[in-house]
């Protein structure tokens, strides 16, 4: 079992930064990936970011290229999303998941913080 606890959500106006963090705890050993995900009211849930937990490799969604930037700390399991140049769009709860060795899917998730940007 991974736990993952996010934090660092809160409110800033377009064209600010901001940065999330999550935690993870558990079975992190046996984690491939870490992603970031979000979902906006009435929206369904997109891909962020994503990086593997051991290489770094990283990749983003179109909409986010540029602006945000996915990073880990392995000595504290922690992963980040640094986000730059925020749009109103932007806003949306975000979720930080983990992706375990040998699946194709993301199997455990945080409980999400909110994101806001005002215009």
């Known amino acids: 079992q991974v736990q993952l606890v996010e934090s660092g959500g809160g409110l800033v106006q377009a064209g600010g930064s901001l940065r999330v963090s999550c935690v993870a705890s558990?079975?992190?050993?046996?984690?491939?990936?870490m992603g970031w995900f979000r979902q906006a009211p009435g929206k369904e849930r997109e891909f962020v970011a994503a990086?593997?937990?051991?290489?770094?490799?990283?990749s983003y969604a179109d909409s986010v290229k540029g602006r945000f930037t996915i990073s880990k700390d392995n000595g504290k399991n922690t992963v980040y999303l640094q986000m730059n140049s925020l749009k109103p769009e932007d806003t949306a709860v975000y979720y930080c998941?983990?992706?375990?060795?040998?699946?194709?899917?993301?199997?455990?998730w945080g409980q999400g913080t909110q994101v806001t940007v005002s215009s």
């Open positions: 998941a983990a992706r375990q060795m040998g699946t194709s899917s993301y199997d455990y």
């Open positions: 558990g079975g992190t050993f046996f984690t491939d990936r």
């Open positions: 990086l593997t937990w051991r290489g770094g490799s990283t």
